[in-house]
């Protein structure tokens, strides 16, 4: 059998669907392929309590829509493969003095364009338990995690490779140098780091994950900023039943420092991250711990979240030499006859930062409530409101609501 080269593959990607899959329409590409459309609607309202505060307000509602397809392999020892990805971001309601909330392509004083689109796609080969794939991705790693927070992710660009040859031994090797920001259209070349500002040409990484047991694994992953930031991370994952409890831990220290021609200048950084979990029934308790250590804040990928144990709905606690607590409650409503319905309680309080010269603390509330649809010709149909209260020396004051409509469509 005949398998397409990457070249031939990339070629396929540009065909209408129609021309590109005969071409490709072995069993398992087929029997194996998905496509959903995904509806998201999200009403953003963040008050800025403080005095003087330059903008009164962050008030926005927008309307989104993606639509993704992938494929399996074909038959053969090389397996190839797609995937399609396409998004919309529609205004429904903003304004200049409202503008900002990251929903959309606009800032304070500007109300920017009514909507904004992503076009994207990967090209995917596959040898055994090794993958090889290029295109446009949304990376859920501990060095570089996309985020999902506001109305479209971001798409970063580039080429990936997994292999699970191994046994219980998952190796990731990556370069990405463009990426969509998650309220653009279009991609950039300049990929920019967080907390700092600059930008680098590509970023690349390498992971390698060791699984002991189902429950047990420990990770060691490699990133670098070109010209900006390297970092090493060290984590720990782990699980086990105590009578009718399940215990968990996620333990992880991030090392960071400056790369190359070093454009956001020294850095000095080591990240100490720590979530221990209690599960009883329908209820998980959590104690969360970060520490901050050196003296620079923490270095990630913009549009990306920390993957610390205290980055929530507003504070991520990242500052230089800041120390933070969380506890948090977790219940599932499944047990009283609602399944579907979860809440989340959750308080975080950082401090031994400086600001202004002066000793810094913050804290956050969080109350996250959750409703998905489990049957019926609703089915997958959520709803979801997350309220947020800060007290920052840093952030201000703020007070947050966010109501978000969802539902995902599987057309096959």
Same mark, same amino acid.
């Given at each position: 059998m005949h398998n397409p080269s990457l070249a031939q593959l990339f070629g396929l990607l540009?065909?209408?669907?129609?021309?590109?899959?005969p071409a490709l329409a072995h069993a398992e590409f087929i029997k194996d392929s998905s496509v959903n459309l995904t509806l998201r609607n999200i009403y953003f309202n963040r008050d800025f309590r403080q005095d003087n505060a330059p903008q009164s307000k962050r008030e926005e509602w927008a309307q989104g829509f993606m639509f993704s397809a992938k494929s399996g392999y074909t038959e053969g020892t090389?397996?190839?493969?797609?995937?399609? $990805?396409?998004?919309?971001? @529609?205004?429904?309601?903003? +304004?200049?003095?409202?503008?900002?909330?990251? !929903?959309?392509? *606009?800032?304070?004083?500007?109300?920017?364009?009514?909507?904004?689109?992503?076009?994207?796609?990967?090209?995917?080969?596959?040898?055994?338990?090794?993958?090889?794939?290029?295109?446009?991705f949304t990376p859920k790693t501990p060095i570089l995690l996309s985020s999902d927070a506001r109305l479209l992710p971001p798409i970063y660009n580039g080429a990936t490779l997994s292999s699970t040859d191994i046994d219980n031994l998952t190796l990731d090797l990556g370069r990405f140098d463009k990426v969509n920001f998650r309220n653009s259209s279009g991609?950039?070349?300049?990929?920019?780091?967080?907390?700092?500002g600059v930008s680098g040409d590509h970023f690349d990484y390498f992971g390698a994950t060791y699984a002991f047991s189902p429950t047990v694994n420990v990770a060691y992953w490699r990133a670098e900023l070109q010209d900006v $930031?390297?970092?090493?991370? @060290?984590?720990?994952?782990? +699980?086990?039943?105590?009578?009718?409890?399940? !215990?968990?831990? *996620?333990?992880?220290?991030?090392?960071?420092?400056?790369?190359?021609?070093?454009?956001?200048?020294?850095?000095?950084?080591?990240?100490?991250t720590a979530m221990l979990s209690a599960n009883y029934g329908a209820q998980t308790f959590r104690v969360?711990?970060?520490?901050?250590?050196?003296?620079?804040?923490?270095?990630?990928?913009?549009?990306?979240?920390?993957?610390?144990?205290?980055?929530?709905?507003?504070?991520?606690?990242?500052?230089a030499r800041e120390t933070s607590w969380q506890l948090r409650h977790d219940l599932d409503f499944a047990a009283f006859g609602v399944p579907g319905l979860v809440m989340i309680n959750r308080y975080?309080?950082?401090?031994?930062?400086?600001?202004?010269?002066?000793?810094?603390?913050?804290?956050?509330?969080?109350?996250?409530?959750?409703?998905?649809?489990?049957?019926?010709?609703?089915k997958n149909f959520g709803v979801r409101w997350r309220n947020a209260t800060v007290r920052s020396d840093g952030?201000?004051?703020?007070?947050?609501?966010?109501?978000?409509?969802?539902y995902t469509l599987p057309l096959k």
């Open positions: 540009a065909l209408p669907p129609a021309l590109a899959l090389v397996g190839v493969g797609l995937e399609l $990805y396409s998004a919309l971001g @529609l205004k429904l309601d903003s +304004s200049d003095a409202r503008a900002g909330t990251g !929903l959309l392509p *606009n800032r304070f004083g500007d109300s920017g364009p009514g909507s904004y689109s992503d076009l994207s796609g990967v090209a995917k080969m596959k040898i055994a338990k090794t993958e090889l794939k290029v295109g446009g991609n950039h070349d300049e990929i920019l780091a967080g907390n700092y $930031y390297q970092q090493n991370y @060290l984590g720990f994952q782990g +699980s086990r039943k105590a009578g009718d409890w399940v !215990l968990s831990a *996620n333990l992880g220290y991030f090392d960071s420092s400056e790369n190359g021609a070093a454009r956001g200048g020294d850095i000095d950084n080591g990240l100490t969360g711990y970060q520490d901050n250590s050196g003296d620079s804040p923490f270095p990630y990928l913009q549009d990306a979240d920390t993957y610390g144990a205290n980055v929530v709905q507003i504070l991520d606690f990242t500052r975080i309080r950082g401090d031994g930062y400086e600001i202004g010269g002066q000793a810094g603390k913050e804290w956050e509330r969080n109350l996250d409530i959750t409703y998905v649809v489990q049957s019926g010709p609703m952030a201000g004051e703020l007070d947050e609501n966010r109501l978000i409509l969802s």
